[in-house]
């Protein structure tokens, strides 16, 4: 490409704005195929997409009702996933307020997207340009979505259950048990009597003092899992705080989004000279 295919077309001024942090999040859907949207079979009867959020550890999840026409859904298999999901719920104490009508059986009526906070390796804006100016403002947070379907592990152990617990080494007897538990010591297996005059050969091998990599390594695993441990707890145990879900034509979304853009014409003086700028970037 020469210099008069790539030439200069105009100069767009920039605005910066903060108006909307610490709350300008970016949210991605690796696993979504279709707009985020509630599907028309659930729209009709009045459903509508929730959102719920654990502010100490930062997460929260958005609940999609699902698409329930016959040709794609079956409903006597929403009734045992929805089965699943509330003893689910259960265990991770985090059941959810919902009416039921008396001897109705819970259905699978919605999917659950769980967030992931990702670090930021730099500084992320979003821009928009309009009136040709371009418009910058900074995100706090990134956060990626994906569909939980921790209620499945519900319905596994039921099978294992029901085939008589005859199962693989990969099978799954619920989280893993706390080291600071008191274990039961294991029974002494039986030994064989020996004849008296079997001889037998024995090798000592000395270790140094400082060959205790391997006890090091044992006491660190321990405090992981310990850590991990006490993270998965503290999380189950912090109660949902429910929001409302505002889409892309909501009126609340609309005044959000004009915020992005500054009013202010007032030009920034730049402090920070292009040696401590450039110190500043990690990597370089």
């Not at 538990?181 to 037998?200: L, N, T």
């Amino acid at each position: 490409m020469n210099d008069e295919e790539d030439r200069l077309v105009s100069v767009l001024p920039i605005l910066y704005s903060n108006k909307l942090s610490p709350n300008l999040h970016l949210h991605q859907f690796p696993l979504l195929t279709r707009p985020l949207q509630v599907p028309p079979s659930a729209a009709a009867s009045g459903k509508r997409i929730r959102a719920r959020l654990k502010p100490k550890i930062n997460r929260f999840e958005i609940h999609v009702p699902v698409d329930t026409r016959p040709e794609v859904w079956n409903a006597e298999r929403s009734k045992e996933l929805g089965t699943a999901r509330v003893e689910d719920d259960k265990e991770k104490n985090q059941e959810q307020k919902q009416k039921h009508r008396e001897g109705e059986e819970p259905r699978l009526s919605e999917t659950r997207l769980k967030s992931e906070q990702l670090p930021q390796t730099g500084s992320y804006v979003l821009g928009v340009i309009r009136d040709k100016k371009l418009f910058l403002h900074p995100i706090n947070e990134m956060h990626q979505l994906r569909p939980t379907l921790t209620y499945m592990d519900i319905l596994t152990r039921k099978s294992k259950r029901r085939s008589g617990g005859d199962s693989d080494d990969d099978s799954d007897d619920g989280p893993p048990p706390d080291p600071d538990d008191p274990v039961a010591p294991p029974a002494a297996p039986k030994k064989e009597k020996k004849s008296a005059g079997e001889a037998k050969e024995v090798q000592v091998s000395v270790r140094k003092s400082g060959d205790d990599k391997s006890m090091q390594l044992g006491g660190g695993l321990t405090a992981m899992r310990r850590e991990l441990l006490t993270a998965i707890r503290a999380e189950e145990d912090e109660q949902w705080e429910d929001y409302e879900y505002c889409d892309g034509e909501a009126a609340e979304s609309n005044e959000a989004f004009e915020a992005v853009f500054c009013q202010s014409e007032e030009e920034l003086q730049c402090k920070t000279d292009i040696t401590a700028m450039l110190k500043g970037i990690k990597g370089l």
